[in-house]
């Protein structure tokens, strides 16, 4: 039966990474969460040249596995998304020609 807990010893300490073998971000740059207001639409993920947009909402899943050149083009598309569901705005009153 395998446990759970390994056998260390005291002389067994945590190896850190060497800085040198550790992957450098892309020009897309790090991962970055996209936010329209207060609604977290997704995240970004640097792949290739571009970023591929991971939806973390419903709403957004129509763009899920997109791949944008750069987080700013995945962000305006979640802004449009929005918007596109928002439709006309209710709340002003129209005015009748006479």
Known sequence: MHSLFADL????????????SMPLPGPAGPPRVIEIGEITAGIA???????????????????????FRTAEQATRAARDRVRAHAGPRRDRVQLRRA
Request: zero cysteines.
């Open 9 to 20: 010893t005291p002389g067994d300490g945590l190896k850190t990474a060497d800085p040198a």
């Open 45 to 67: 993920v640097p792949e290739g040249r571009g970023v591929r947009f991971f939806s973390s909402a419903r709403d957004f899943d129509g763009l899920d596995g997109t791949l």
